[in-house]
C-alpha cells in the first residue's frame, strides 16, 4: 500500500558547504541518503519536499552542522494480509517468486491451490492447472501477503494463492 | 514534578513490530491515519516528480527501488488518464465511512463484483452494502480506459 508519509531526520552538512543554498544542500543530501531504501518495516520510494528544515545546529568536536529536516515521501509499506499484485519473476519446484515494486514474495508450493501443479517439463518450468491458468515467469498475479520478514535495509515476504479471487489475473 | 519540561533523557519503547495487519480488522500501527495512494495516484505522484526534476535540471536519482515501482505501477495503474484518476479519486472519499486504506485498496484493485471485493479486502465486509458497493466498482468501471 503507497503512503504518504511525513518523516523525520538529522542531516549533517559540512562547514564547507555553509554559505548560499544551505536548504537546497540539506534537500540533495537528504534526497540521495534516504530515497530508495527500505527503512525497517517500509520503502521510501520518492521525496516529495521537505516542509520544515530546522536552524543548523554546529555538533562540538566536529565542527558539523545538523539539521532536523521533516518532509515528505512516497512511501510502500506491505501489511499481512494485504492482497498485492505482482508479477512472477522466477519458478522452481518448490514455488516461485514474484516481485511487488520492490519487494520479493516467495508463494510455496503448499499455498498454491492443489489443481495448479509444477510442470518442468514445459518451457519455461511453470505451474499450471492444464486448464486457463498458467503462471511462469512475467505472469501477472494477485497475491496476498502471509507473513513478513523484516532486517535492516531489506524485506522479505511469503505469499498465498490459495483463495477466491487470488492466482492468475484475467486481464 | 512535571517530566514535560525538560527533553527525554531516553528513547521511547519501539511499537512492537509484527502486530500490524491487514486483515478481517485493521491494525496499521504508525500508518493508520497516513494518506494512502491508489497504485494509479502514485504513478501520477511519482511521474509528475521526476518529470519535475527533469525540468529543473537535477539529478533525478534514479535508484533500483524508484525503477521497480515505476515498472510496476505501469504494469498495475488502471486509470491512466489524470482526470480519471481525479474522478475516482472523489467518488472513493465520498464514502466517509471506509478507512483511507480500504478506499485506496478498492481504487488499487478494481473488483468486478462486490463480492470479489469484500473477499479481497475482508475489513470491508460490515462496512458497507453490497449493492452500494457494486455501484461504486461500476462507476469506477466505467471510468477504466483500455
Redesign the interface.
Known amino acids: 500500500?503507497?503512503?504518504?508519509?511525513n518523516l523525520e531526520r538529522r542531516v549533517t552538512l559540512h562547514p564547507s558547504y555553509f554559505g548560499r543554498n544551505m536548504h537546497d544542500l540539506v534537500t540533495?543530501k537528504l534526497?540521495?541518503d534516504v530515497?530508495?531504501?527500505?527503512a525497517g518495516?517500509y520503502?521510501?520510494?520518492?521525496i516529495?519536499d521537505t516542509f520544515d528544515v530546522s536552524e543548523g545546529l554546529v555538533l562540538p568536536g566536529s565542527g558539523l552542522a545538523e539539521f532536523t529536516v521533516g518532509y515528505r515521501a512516497?512511501v510502500?509499506?506491505p501489511?499481512?494480509?494485504?492482497?498485492v499484485?505482482a508479477?512472477a519473476s522466477s519458478v522452481n519446484p518448490h514455488g516461485f517468486f514474484a516481485?511487488?515494486?520492490?519487494l520479493r514474495l516467495f508463494v510455496s508450493a503448499h499455498l498454491i491451490p492443489d489443481e495448479i501443479k509444477y510442470d518442468a517439463n514445459a518451457t519455461p518450468p511453470q505451474f499450471t492447472n492444464n486448464a486457463d491458468m498458467v503462471i511462469e515467469p512475467s505472469t501477472?498475479l494477485?497475491v496476498?501477503i502471509i507473513g513478513l520478514r523484516?532486517e535492516v535495509g531489506e524485506m522479505w515476504a511469503i505469499g498465498s494463492i490459495n483463495?477466491?479471487?487470488?492466482g492468475c489475473l484475467q486481464a | 514534578m512535571s517530566d514535560q519540561a525538560h527533553a527525554p533523557t531516553s528513547r521511547a519503547k519501539p511499537p512492537p513490530?509484527g502486530e500490524?495487519?491487514?486483515?478481517a480488522v485493521l491494525r496499521?500501527?504508525e500508518?493508520d491515519d497516513?494518506?494512502?495512494?491508489?497504485?494509479s495516484?502514485?504513478s501520477l505522484?511519482?511521474n509528475a516528480?521526476?518529470a519535475k526534476r527533469r525540468k529543473d535540471r537535477?539529478?533525478r536519482?534514479e535508484?533500483?527501488?524508484?525503477n521497480?515501482?515505476l515498472e510496476?505501477?505501469d504494469?498495475?495503474a488502471r486509470f491512466k488518464q489524470k482526470e480519471n484518476v481525479e474522478a475516482v479519486e472523489r467518488l472513493l472519499s465520498a464514502h466517509k465511512e471506509l478507512t483511507k486504506?480500504e478506499r485506496?485498496?478498492i481504487g488499487?484493485?478494481c473488483?468486478d463484483s462486490a463480492d470479489?471485493c469484500k473477499?479481497?479486502?475482508?475489513s470491508l465486509t460490515d462496512k458497507i452494502g453490497d449493492e452500494d458497493l457494486q455501484e461504486l466498482l461500476d462507476e469506477m468501471a466505467k471510468l477504466m480506459t483500455a
Not at chain 1, 530515497?35 to 527500505?38: D, H, L, R
Not at chain 1, 520503502?43 to 520518492?46: F, G, L, P, T
Not at chain 2, 535508484?63 to 524508484?66: E, S
Open positions: 500500500m503507497f503512503f504518504l508519509h540533495t534526497v540521495k530515497e530508495g531504501t527500505c518495516d520503502y521510501i520510494i520518492a516529495m512516497v510502500w509499506r501489511f499481512k494480509g494485504e492482497v499484485d508479477i516481485q511487488a515494486g520492490p501477472h494477485r496476498k523484516t483463495g477466491d479471487f487470488l | 513490530p500490524e495487519e491487514a486483515s496499521l500501527g500508518f497516513v494518506d494512502t495512494l491508489t497504485l495516484e502514485a505522484v511519482i516528480l521526476m537535477k539529478d536519482n535508484t533500483d527501488v524508484l521497480k515501482t510496476y505501477l504494469a498495475f486504506f485506496a485498496q488499487s484493485l473488483c470479489e473477499t479481497l479486502i475482508p
